[in-house]
């Protein structure tokens, strides 16, 4: 009997960990093969390398972001040919398989949650007896008729093999995404998540992992991430991954976890501030919202100060990235409330700040208790909220004008002088700001075209100067800064009108020639001679005090030059402020 186990990722550089559990459980009984798309890739593509492979069962591993397209796969497969068995799991087909079964009659079984006992024993009855009452944990058509069998006992994660030992997987480990596993289930009951359903946590074995871990970067793995839903439940299991992946991971490896900032311990912190090498972890933060009766209403436990403290001193110890998450559309989360909410997050400064949208997952508490709160929402995937009683589609609408250019403008840092300016000094929040400039940016109907980075640069500029906003002199020399430094080569044609003459121009760099001290130590070490100057640097004058204002803070309307040189050898782009 030929298997495959497949699914559709959101981007090439993602892997699926679900199917190589299975695959790995199965053997050897069974040699699954494995084949991986994307949500991009064109359906009848798919289709057509899989009927290629002549499979007798295919297993298809169901998300929100990929069952749409999953669907179509199966459809068009069963239409070629009747007699595949094609299989589902995953969480999103783990609830209401009733209703997948009467909607889609090319689904012969549904794998209802945690799938690699079931999967197996599935497949060895379909090789043999056909008797599908043997197996726990499935849906199924019996004679026409759908049934389903008891769910099945919870594994234990010590017996399981390792999903990484596949020589096949080895030459795409350096170019994608690894995801490891190290336990399974919260602790919390956020009603938003399908980790609420599961009570308790599991764990694999700790040495097994640290052996997968070194096996995976002995073969090229770059980018690692945890997929466990709280990395840090356990202080002591923490403390010894943290300890060992400081200890022997490769150079350029990247761990990524998410975490519980607020049951993270401050000497824990100081661990990691001092111990870890910069960039080699990065933390992910579900704040979601600040409203403690939201969070009340979700039974999220949050307390909001203790995970202040911990973004503010990771942030501090400069060592690691955090993106941090929040979700519009809670219960009684109205527009002021999240507008407070974000302002609350934004404060902290994370380096990067993810904005969704409630999606109401099937099985999840907000789904089933839905109608408390007048939810509005998609009956596709992915079920995302269109209103509710305190919050409006319009409302909804502008939050989502805020995701827009909170992504291009803060999460993509191509212009943190400005931006940081901007939601300081000229407008009344950050969240104001983003709101102002999202709106403006979607009535001109940049939301819907494509853009490059000078794009980025001229449509601030013309969005302050709608807005008349004041010091717009100052804000346009940041932006200058904020070009420049993100640029490896010499820009052929900046976004702003040149603002010095040839003959000024001339001027300034025949000073610096005979005067580089002027630039500072790091300029003089340069050693550029005046053809140098002209062929690898650009100069802007400035209308403030740029220096002064880096130190603290303070606009000096006293003219200034920015001289950036880029360094043909490194790549890189050097900035040097001085006094005219």
């Known amino acids: 009997m030929k298997v495959i186990c497949s699914t559709l990722n959101a981007k090439y550089i993602h892997t699926n960990l679900a199917i190589r559990f299975l695959k790995a459980y199965a ?3 069974f040699d699954i093969i494995l084949k991986e798309y994307t949500i991009k890739d064109p359906v009848m593509n798919i289709v057509s390398d899989l009927h290629q492979q002549k499979p007798d069962v295919i297993g298809f591993s169901c998300y929100i972001w990929n069952i749409e397209e999953t669907l179509k796969v199966i459809n068009m497969l069963k239409k070629i040919d009747p007699s595949l068995i094609i299989v589902l799991g995953g969480p999103e087909v783990s609830y209401d398989t009733r209703e997948w079964m009467e909607k889609h009659p090319e689904i012969d079984f549904i794998v209802m949650g945690e799938g690699e006992q079931t999967f197996k024993q599935l497949l060895t009855e379909l090789d043999t007896n056909k008797n599908i009452d043997n197996v726990h944990g499935v ?3 019996d004679n026409g008729t759908l ?10 994660l010590k017996e399981l093999p390792s999903p990484f030992r596949f020589p096949e997987d080895i030459p795409q480990l350096g170019k994608r995404v690894t995801y490891i596993e190290t336990s399974r289930g919260c602790p919390f009951s956020c009603q938003f998540c399908l980790s609420s359903i599961e009570v308790g946590v599991r764990y694999f074995d700790r040495e097994r992992i640290k052996e997968d871990i070194r096996y ?3 073969n090229g793995a770059k980018t690692i991430k945890f997929v466990d839903r709280t990395f840090n439940i356990s202080r002591s299991y923490a403390m010894e991954m943290f300890r060992f992946l400081i200890d022997e991971h490769l150079p350029g490896t990247v761990f990524q976890f998410e975490i519980t900032a607020d049951i993270m311990r401050p000497e824990v912190i100081e661990f990691l501030n001092q111990e870890a090498p910069k960039g080699l972890f990065r933390f992910e933060i579900g704040v979601q919202s600040t409203n403690d009766y939201t969070n009340e209403l979700v039974r999220r436990k949050q307390n909001f100060e203790k995970l202040k403290r911990t973004v503010t001193m990771v942030k501090d110890g400069g060592k690691i990235d955090q993106h941090l998450d929040l979700i519009a559309g809670l219960p009684e989360e109205d527009y002021a409330s999240f507008r407070k909410t974000f302002n609350d997050v934004f404060e902290m400064r994370p380096e990067e700040l993810q904005l969704g949208f409630l999606k109401m997952l099937r099985g999840t508490g907000v789904r089933i208790r839905a109608s408390e709160h007048d939810y509005v929402y998609m009956d596709h995937s992915p079920y995302e909220i269109l209103s509710n009683n305190v919050l409006s589609f319009d409302d909804i609408v502008k939050i989502k004008q805020v995701e827009d250019v909170l992504e291009k403008y803060w999460n993509d840092h191509r212009m943190d002088h400005t931006v940081e300016y901007l939601v300081t000094h000229v407008f009344p929040s950050p969240f104001d700001f983003f709101q102002d400039f999202g709106s403006y940016w979607d009535e001109q109907g940049w939301s819907r075209i494509g853009h490059q980075l000078e794009d980025l640069f001229r449509r601030l500029h013309s969005f302050l100067v709608k807005r008349a906003v004041p010091n717009l002199d100052v804000i ?17 044609k900046p976004w702003w009108e040149a603002g010095l003459e040839k003959s000024e121009r001339s001027k300034i760099y025949k000073r610096i020639s005979e005067t580089p001290q002027l630039l ?9 001679d005046e053809k140098e100057l002209y062929k690898h640097t650009m100069l802007e004058l400035l209308s403030f005090d740029l220096t002064k204002y880096f130190l603290n803070g303070e606009i000096d309307h006293q003219a200034s030059g920015l001289l950036a040189y880029f360094d043909p050898t490194n790549l890189e782009t050097l900035l040097f402020p001085f006094k005219i």
């Open 139 to 141: 849906a199924y058509r």
């Open 216 to 218: 995976l970067m002995a």
């Open 520 to 528: 500072g130590p790091e300029f003089l070490k340069l050693e550029l």
């Open 27 to 29: 053997a050897p009984e």
């Open 476 to 492: 346009s020399g940041l932006m200058k800064y904020d070009y420049l430094k993100h640029h490896k080569y010499k820009p052929r």
């Open 147 to 156: 049934a389903s069998t008891p769910q099945r006992n919870k594994l234990d």
